[in-house]
């Protein structure tokens, strides 16, 4: 059998045609990802060789019949077929020999591509490749090869033509690779088969060990189609009786273990950030689906590389998804306007879509050639089905979270790290995706109560908290001087601006639900400070203590709200009149105001983890005390540039006047939002008259607890207006988190609705919002600079290493066999 592989080899790169074959493959090769400019690898930004191996397999549907065509064809042709015959080998021995010859041309082919990989790492300027990820990609690629390599050996028993025989074997190897996954996806087939259908062809099992993942199903599948063929090539050369049926029991055998492979779940995530590892909450929410669950991506097309890059990672995530889902998630990329015939067909259905909650960017995309710019229309949304009676959800594929390269806050303008921006959005596609997918499944949707009573608001400034909500919970308000509220029926209570005092009542209340296993969100605005205030009086005015009563309760929950104003450098800024112009028309500025700080995680915490900046207005700071048994993580904190005002504190139009107030913002990381979890004791403990327990029990028809029954969870904010919105004049309620001046929309809506979740959902879903992924960005300025030495690099070098391997056997040839 060694030997047949070695003749087979020797026989290749004897002559002429064996290099001329390699160096056009891999000259193009090169060409393909070096220098055009489509598909050029140094065009995509990221050190990654994702591209490359998205085409790969199309370009060995050539070299693979071309190296194959003559394996057998040509024996028999020539009449060489039958000394082989005489050789005290089996045919199974000729074929694996001859097919491991094969296998070794090709991975000649192969491995100075080897030379991409060690460019982009050298070009790498954070990260570098991820080498786990680009060595299941050249295994993947490896398989690949394998099975087009056994479909080119029997190709070439099938004829003594060589065409033919590369006709066939080109054929064949497309059919496989590209057919059943062209036919699953007719909606013909959309009841379920099609999965089946896309199972016994190579694309889904490639792509699934391409993007780094090795899963036992995807191995055993490669090995049995190589197996198929080698086994039907043996049939063809034999002159047994019953080809027919044997054939169709080795077809029957084919499907059964690819079904039954297709049931083992042992995978291994060789990615160093470990992307494809999906949270143990998330798999047990997708062991749980009964029924298919449709995805429609609208991120497809062509996309800018950031974008791009995004596309495939929700591709990949959807695949990872479907393993553990009892292969029910069905993933269809579309672009919603194609085929439409008028532009206003295409208003209609993007006004639809819209109100589903789909969102439309509009990019000025820099054009490959020249500086020339093009408006283009990006669609970053993905709709998730479950069931008909149920309204799809609308899941925003970008991140939340931007993030801004190093500035000076006193200085410069901000500018968004969009490469960085991006690889935030894709770090959260698994937790945006299952969150998606458990609220169309759960059983149960948790009440949401907003608490009124004292004072909170319910105009249109809770417009945008209200319908944030009313999709994906049941919203009701609650009056707190009614009723004793029951856990057992509202899963989690908001408490917004209140402005009169807690009575002790209302504080009993609160705390035996809070005792019963209630969660409650306290948005709280300790001192009264609004920008209406200062419009009204002279420029500045002092900030005064609303005396809510809250105080005692907080405290002994484990955390205090101070009463002073936190200012930070890095913060919003508000329109000024500072002057008028020539015309006599009043003139503008925005200006920095430090009262408006910009908040962001600063620890690791399953809410603002990956938020982009949350804007509070006049927000107070936040003191952790001890609480027995209380864990507390900070969610909301300032950034470097802080300082406290004591109370009586004094807002002004000018609280920046001088060097020595700049010297003044010292602090760092002042709390704002805190996330108290634990089993919480009660504030009224050996305080209470039997009456007022007996009380108690008459109104909930449960005794008073000194001690939470169970486990509970609160989030406190010091201040109120991070979850109002502002109302405009002409538009009606903006959204939550939006500065009309601004015209910028900052996480308040997607941290209050990540706190509601947290707080009421029962899962662990929340895990995966602190996964990272690692940036792996290309030098720009070292490509920039370096370009055409790079592309000479990795055009000529694969080319040279198979001419200097060419002649290194030739040389060896020569010596060994010289007399």
């Not at 995309?365 to 998730?384: C, F, R, Y």
């Not at 770090?427 to 004072?455: C, H, W």
């Not at 979740?757 to 919002?769: A, I, V």
Request: charged share 20%; glycine share 6%; hydrophobic share 45%.
């Amino acid at each position: 059998m060694w030997m047949i592989c070695k003749k087979e080899w020797q026989q290749f790169f004897a002559s002429l045609t064996g290099y001329l074959v390699l160096g056009i493959f891999l000259g193009l090769t090169g060409l393909l990802f070096f220098v055009f400019p489509d598909t050029s690898l140094l065009n995509f930004g990221y050190a990654s060789l994702a591209p490359f191996f998205q085409l790969m397999p199309w370009l060995l549907l050539f070299l693979i019949p071309a190296v194959t065509m003559r394996s057998i064809s040509e024996e028999i042709r020539t009449g060489t077929y039958e000394i082989l015959q005489t050789l005290p080998l089996s045919l199974r021995q000729i074929i694996i020999g001859k097919y491991l010859g094969v296998l070794f041309i090709v991975l000649i082919a192969l491995v100075p591509t080897i030379v991409y990989a060690f460019s982009m790492q050298a070009l790498s300027i954070t990260g570098g490749i991820d080498i786990g990820a680009t060595l299941g990609s050249y295994i993947s690629l490896f398989l690949l090869a394998g099975v087009f390599a056994a479909i080119g050996i029997y190709a070439s028993s099938v004829t003594n033509n060589t065409i033919a025989a590369f006709g066939l074997g080109g054929l064949l190897s497309f059919a496989l690779f590209a057919g059943f996954t062209a036919i699953a996806k007719l909606s013909l087939f959309s009841g379920g088969a099609d999965y089946y259908i896309e199972l016994m062809g190579i694309q889904l099992h490639s792509a699934n060990i391409s993007r780094g993942v090795l899963a036992a199903s995807d191995i055993i599948y490669f090995i049995a189609v190589i197996g198929f063929f080698l086994y039907i090539t043996q049939l063809q050369l034999t002159k047994q009786p019953k080809k027919s049926t044997r054939a169709l029991a080795a077809i029957a055998l084919l499907v059964s273990i690819t079904v039954a492979g297709s049931l083992i779940s042992n995978r291994l995530d060789l990615t160093e950030d470990k992307r494809f590892t999906l949270s143990s909450s998330t798999v047990d929410l997708l062991e749980k689906i009964d029924s298919t669950i449709t995805v429609e991506v609208f991120l497809t097309g062509e996309l800018p590389t950031d974008y791009k890059k995004l596309s495939i990672a929700t591709n990949d995530i959807l695949a990872s998804f479907n393993n553990y889902a009892n292969n029910q998630i069905r993933v269809i990329f579309r672009n919603p306007g194609e085929g439409l015939p008028n532009d206003t067909a295409k208003a209609v259905l993007y006004d639809s879509l819209q109100k589903m909650g789909v969102v439309f960017e509009q990019l000025n995309v820099e054009q490959s050639t020249g500086d020339a710019t093009i408006n283009q229309l990006i669609i970053p949304t993905a709709l998730v089905y479950y069931q008909k009676n149920q309204l799809p959800i609308a899941v925003d594929l970008r991140s939340s979270r931007k993030i801004y390269k190093q500035f000076n806050v006193l200085t410069e303008e901000p500018q968004e790290d969009i490469e960085a921006t991006r690889n935030a959005a894709e770090a959260l596609l698994e937790n945006k995706f299952a969150t998606a997918i458990d609220k169309l499944i759960r059983k149960e949707v948790p009440t949401i109560a907003y608490v009124v009573g004292n004072g909170e608001p319910t105009d249109l400034t809770v417009n945008d908290l209200g319908e944030s909500l009313r999709n994906d919970y049941r919203l009701g308000i609650f009056d707190l001087k009614q009723a004793y509220p029951d856990p057992s029926v509202i899963k989690t209570m908001i408490i917004v601006k209140p402005k009169q005092p807690f009575t002790e009542e209302d504080l009993l209340k609160l705390d035996q639900y809070v005792m019963n296993g209630g969660n409650i969100i306290w948005f709280i605005d300790k001192l009264h400070a609004e920008l209406d205030s200062l419009k009204r009086t002279e420029g500045q005015y002092t900030a005064f203590d609303r005396g809510l009563g809250l105080d005692e309760l907080l405290f002994k929950y484990g955390v205090r709200i101070n009463g002073d104003l936190l200012q930070d450098l890095n913060c919003s800024k508000i329109p000024l009149v500072i002057g008028k112009n020539p015309d006599g028309s009043i003139r503008m500025q925005r200006v920095p105001w430090p009262y408006y700080p910009l908040l962001s995680a600063r620890t690791p915490n399953p809410i603002s983890a990956n938020l982009d900046r949350v804007l509070p207005i006049f927000p107070s700071s936040i003191d952790t005390v001890m609480a027995k048994g209380i864990q507390k993580t900070i969610l909301l904190a300032s950034d470097t540039n802080s300082r406290i005002l004591p109370s009586p504190a004094l807002v002004s139009l000018n609280s920046v006047q001088s060097q020595e107030d700049l010297y003044s913002f010292n602090k760092s990381f002042v709390p704002v939002a805190v996330l108290l979890e634990g089993t919480f004791s009660s504030l009224f403990s050996n305080r209470l008259s039997k009456a007022v327990m007996d009380s108690v029990k008459a109104n909930t028809g449960k005794p008073y607890l000194s001690k939470a029954a169970k486990a509970g969870k609160q989030i406190v904010v010091a201040d109120g207006d991070i979850v109002t919105n502002e109302v405009s004049n002409t538009t009606g309620p903006l959204p939550m988190g939006l500065i009309q001046m601004e015209n910028y929309r900052f996480a308040n809506k997607a941290f209050f609705l990540n706190s509601i979740d947290y707080l009421s959902s029962d899962n662990s879903l929340f895990e995966s919002r602190n996964k990272t992924v690692v940036l792996r960005l290309l030098n720009k300025q070292k490509l920039q600079e370096q370009k055409t030495i790079w592309q000479l690099i990795n055009v000529l070098l694969p080319v040279v290493l198979v001419l200097i391997i060419g002649y290194l056997f030739q040389w060896w040839r020569k010596r060994r066999y010289s007399i």
